[in-house]
């Protein structure tokens, strides 16, 4: 069955400093993948998307994100991290019978 | 700018309570899609609609019932809450040829006493 897992429940970072957020997927074909944040109070928002093509792809918000299909992961940086950030951030798969399939969630804190 | 709506944001009532939870879209999107969103859980898809008079159960069974009588309009209905349906619902649109880009409202938390 089709999964994600996002192995870091909370994560904390210093402003200005670099993020990495983990994502593994499990599905047997060539997956759609998906970055959503979710700010206190709000729905979630597409930060970005990987359908093909290019590995490294680029968001919103000065994110991007690299698919390595050897390591079935797609993992979210930044390279310098705001405090209007924090935020709970959701790793996707499409699994292509019109449904998404979430993870868990990793909530970012970012300290001063 | 997405435009979803999700009414009521909050709601708190007792059990055996008939409740509708409200979603609409002014986007035009065919497809609709309800989540339940729990703390430290992946989102759940509840229903989802193609299109109007389209219904189709998700992956988490629920005793909620939903209907698509109007392309904007897809609300979800709770005949007798109980506290295990305590959660958050998360509506959600998008086009009928996307694959995964959706559009979230806000969410209605709701809780049962």
């Known amino acids: 069955a089709q999964s994600v897992t996002q192995p870091d429940i909370h994560i904390t970072v210093s402003e200005g400093a670099s993020l990495e957020l983990r994502c593994n997927y499990s599905?047997?074909?060539?997956?759609?993948l998906f970055w959503y944040v979710q700010s206190p109070g709000q729905g979630l928002q597409l930060l970005l998307k990987y359908f093909s093509g290019d590995t490294l792809v680029q968001g919103i918000k000065g994110f991007e994100a690299e698919f390595k299909r050897s390591q079935s992961s797609f993992n979210l940086r930044k390279p310098s991290v705001h405090w209007s950030d924090a935020a709970e951030y959701f790793c996707a798969v499409h699994t292509g019978f019109q449904k998404l399939v979430f993870g868990t969630g990793t909530r970012l804190l970012v300290s001063p | 700018e997405a435009d979803i709506y999700q009414t009521p944001r909050y709601l708190v009532i007792g059990t055996g309570k008939k409740i509708t939870l409200e979603c609409s879209q002014t986007m035009g999107h065919d497809k609709m899609y309800w989540y339940q969103q729990d703390p430290g859980m992946e989102l759940h898809l509840i229903h989802y609609s193609y299109g109007v008079n389209s219904t189709e159960k998700g992956d988490l069974s629920s005793e909620s019932t939903v209907s698509r009588i109007r392309t904007e309009h897809f609300p979800l209905t709770l005949e007798s809450a109980r506290p295990s349906h305590t959660s958050q619902y998360l509506c959600a649109s998008s086009e009928f040829a996307s694959t995964g880009e959706l559009f979230f409202g806000e969410g209605s938390r709701l809780t049962v006493l």
């Open positions: 599905y047997g074909a060539t997956p759609y």
